[in-house]
């Protein structure tokens, strides 16, 4: 008898502790702000981020880390650089599982709601922001960032997933249409201030039109794409925008493919058909062909400017292969001339969560760093970015900066950074931060984005190929494009990853309760197999 | 004698089949294009080759850039959807049969949408010294080949240095980024490139470009890429 009271006492034991320990999904403790920043200990920090490829940009992130460093001797940041949003992403998701994730990364919503699926990985920001002592503006923070209401409150929204903030916004751009103003007007057509997708379909198509010699008229060179799209998954999600057709939901419903996209394939159809349309991934970047008089109208991000049109200080091409060309910025072109709507895009911050809440505390600091000024101003004028702050936008600097637009006279360096087209693609941002927007993020909601791009791509390379697009080819492009991304297992099955409340452990008191009710079913299950084998034994005696 | 003459049949058996196996890098199985029907094929056409693999580069996404070789030219295959554990099977040398489409990228010649099946057989090409052809417009005919070039000059790029980590300075060696380094011969300056998908930072190339020092004279094998130009994959360098 007494073994067996050993074995139940035991087996409780277990039992409660198993209970105490795999409430929920088993992760990090939620961050809680600690009361004070404890500046006898050394942190050591790292920080993902992401650049254009863009000495300038790293040369910025290098000098903001060894500000920030002399404010807090007692941090240290170890940067690492990418060039590539999705190589980040992947070396996230890969280093959540041993919790090696950075202690701050540049990433975008919709990344961030993939790292949620992990208990606690990354920091909600809400508390922090309104710290009063380390929180935006906060009395014990030693620079001079800005305080919260000072961030572009439309900015700080597209941060929010649910109804937390899990990001600071960093820079923000939005796509812009790039235009050989020369060759529009060579073609009997004037720019208007507002293009619309029947304006761009009709001059691109205008610009195929060949000579009796067989180059193309409007550039007496073999080789013409009229209309040149970057990001077509932008190119996708912008015209359902513009025409009020579903994309997503919030919730992670999937209504991408609805009669509105299809119409837009059906415009992609036919305008790579008369060879009026192509798209980077099939034909590489539209700045080679911009610049070299070879496509009329490139859409590329305003954080591309710098590559953009005949004087860009910035090319791929070499010089003997760029054409003279007045060249203007204009909006990407609309559905409602009088209603613009345009994507706002570009890096945000996150903080990934450690067991150490100072070393959180930490990178919280740091990451608040990249919204001073200096380090706003001075990236934001590296491409065609707007600052984030209006702290930043109202400074006296970038002020000036913007009232230097025509980017000429001056040596290499002063034309690179007062570059017409990048100031106006700065300024066509500034002036539609109102028209601009974001698309819900949920866990599968960059897998969306791609499928969106995949849909315009596939129909354009199948017509280049000569394939037969039709309504059954629409049919099977929707049952390939949803295999491919699992667009089927998102729709309906957001189990409310990213807004879902971590329970945490059990509390004790309910654990050692369970526990003896859990002793108590198993001191009765062995009393009726103690009476079980006493019967047998009497029957058998 | 009847030994000696056993053995003689046995020595004439196994050199007949030793030549008879020797593989020919420009035979095609039926149905397949030759080199030079794939060079006449359009753009976005579809395409049947049979090549054999001689590098490749990482594999990500479930995908994989292959530089492969036939008898007579060479083929890109561009992110050619391929699994983890086929991946590992393409060693240098490996015949495949591939189907895709024919395309062109900045004026690289390359598969896309490639499917591919192991074949037997294998292959590994000697690099072809295409030095003198370097300022020649029939360099082109040569894209994607294992090349080799003879007593290039590295010369400075515009800060002074050697070689760039990316093509403007903006990376580091513990990113892996891309090594950029200026080479000329025959009075022309060329921009060669260690991709680090290719050859990354542990790489004997990487370690190689990394130790150059302006004015340094080096031979360099790799492969004959294009991108608005010719732009080398390098794979080897010596410094002479």
């Known amino acids: 008898m007494k073994r067996t009271a050993c074995l139940f006492i035991c087996l409780t034991l277990i039992f409660t502790a198993l209970l105490t320990g795999c409430h929920g999904r088993v992760g990090l403790e939620a961050f809680k702000t600690p009361e004070s920043f404890d500046t006898s200990r050394s942190y050591e920090i790292t920080f993902w981020a992401k650049n254009d490829t863009n000495k300038a940009q790293t040369d910025i992130y290098s000098k903001a880390i060894a500000d920030f460093e002399k404010y807090y001797l007692n941090i240290h940041v170890n940067i690492r650089f990418y060039t590539d949003y999705g190589r980040i992403y992947n070396d996230v998701i890969t280093n959540i599982s041993t919790n090696t994730t950075p202690n701050v990364c540049i990433t975008y919503p919709d990344h961030i709601a993939t790292y949620m699926t992990g208990v606690n990985t990354v920091v909600p920001l809400d508390e922090l922001v309104a710290d009063p002592k380390y929180g935006l503006g906060g009395r014990e923070v030693l620079f001079d960032g800005p305080r919260a209401d000072q961030i572009v409150p439309k900015f700080l929204g597209e941060c929010r997933i649910g109804d937390e903030l899990y990001a600071l916004p960093y820079m923000r751009s939005t796509e812009a249409c790039y235009i050989n103003k020369t060759f529009v007007e060579a073609l009997g057509y004037t720019v208007p201030d507002i293009l619309t997708w029947d304006y761009i379909w009709e001059v691109s198509d205008a610009a195929t039109r060949k000579s009796e010699d067989g180059t193309f008229a409007v550039n007496g060179q073999n080789v013409m794409i009229p209309f040149i799209y970057k990001s077509t998954d932008n190119m996708m999600i912008q015209y359902l925008r513009q025409k009020g057709a579903g994309y997503t939901t919030a919730d992670g419903e999937v209504q991408l493919f609805n009669d509105t996209a299809f119409g837009l394939l059906g415009d992609v159809k036919e305008h790579v058909g008369t060879g009026a349309f192509s798209t980077f991934k099939i034909s590489s970047y539209p700045a080679n062909f911009l610049n070299a008089g070879q496509c009329i109208f490139a859409i590329d991000s305003t954080a591309g400017s710098t590559w953009m049109g005949s004087h860009a200080p910035l090319s791929d091409i070499s010089e003997d292969m760029f054409v003279d060309f007045e060249t203007v910025v204009r909006p990407i072109p609309q559905c409602d001339p009088a209603d613009p709507k345009m994507i706002s895009q570009g890096p945000s911050i996150c903080i990934f969560n450690k067991q150490d809440p100072q070393e959180v505390l930490a990178s919280w600091l740091f990451a608040q760093f990249m919204l001073t000024n200096d380090v706003q101003t001075a990236y934001a004028e590296t491409e065609g970015y707007v600052p984030v702050t209006l702290k930043a936008q109202q400074s006296a600097e970038y002020v000036d900066y913007l009232a230097h637009d025509n980017g000429s006279g001056g040596d290499e360096e002063y034309n690179k950074k007062y570059y017409d087209i990048k100031l106006k693609a700065t300024k066509l941002l500034l002036d539609n931060i109102g028209n601009t927007f974001v698309t819900p993020v949920f866990n599968g909601s960059a897998s969306v984005r791609d499928a969106a791009g995949q849909m315009i791509e596939n129909v354009a390379k199948s017509v280049r190929r000569k394939e037969t697009v039709d309504d059954a080819y629409m049919r099977q492009l929707e049952k390939d494009i949803t295999a491919l991304y699992r667009l089927d297992s998102l729709a309906g099955k957001q189990e409310k990853a990213v807004d879902a409340p971590d329970l945490g452990k059990l509390p004790e008191s309910a654990a050692v309760l369970i526990g003896m009710i859990a002793m108590a079913w198993l001191a009765l299950l062995a009393r009726g197999v103690q009476a079980i084998i006493k019967k047998r034994e009497q029957k058998k005696s | ?240």
């Open chain 2, 1 to 240: 004698m009847k030994k000696i003459i056993t053995l003689m049949l046995v020595v004439a058996l196994v050199l007949g089949l030793t030549a008879c196996s020797k593989e020919d890098p420009s035979k095609k199985s039926e149905g397949v294009m030759t080199y030079a029907q794939y060079e006449a094929a359009a753009i976005d056409s579809e395409v049947v080759v049979e090549t054999y693999v001689q590098a490749k580069q990482g594999w990500w996404q479930d995908t994989a850039t292959i530089y492969t070789q036939d008898g007579d030219g060479a083929y890109f295959l561009y992110s050619m959807p391929i699994s983890k554990e086929d991946y590992d099977k393409l060693v240098p040398g490996t015949k495949i049969k591939v189907t895709g489409h024919k395309a062109e990228w900045s004026g690289e010649y390359e598969i896309v949408d490639a499917k591919f099946e192991i074949e037997k057989g294998s292959y590994i090409a000697e690099a072809t010294d295409v030095t003198s052809l370097l300022a020649s417009a029939d360099l082109i005919k040569q894209q994607n080949k294992f090349v080799s070039f003879k007593g290039l000059t590295v010369e400075a790029q515009a800060d002074g240095s050697a070689f760039l980590y990316n093509w403007d300075g903006s990376g580091t060696h513990d990113d892996n980024s891309d090594l950029y380094f200026n080479v000329s011969v025959n009075g022309a300056t060329y921009t060669f490139t260690v991709e680090s998908y290719l050859c990354g930072n542990d790489s004997d190339v990487y370690k190689a470009v990394e130790g150059l020092k302006v004015g340094d004279v080096i031979d360099a094998e790799g492969f004959l890429y294009w991108y608005n130009g010719v732009n080398p994959h390098i794979t080897k360098v010596t410094k002479k």
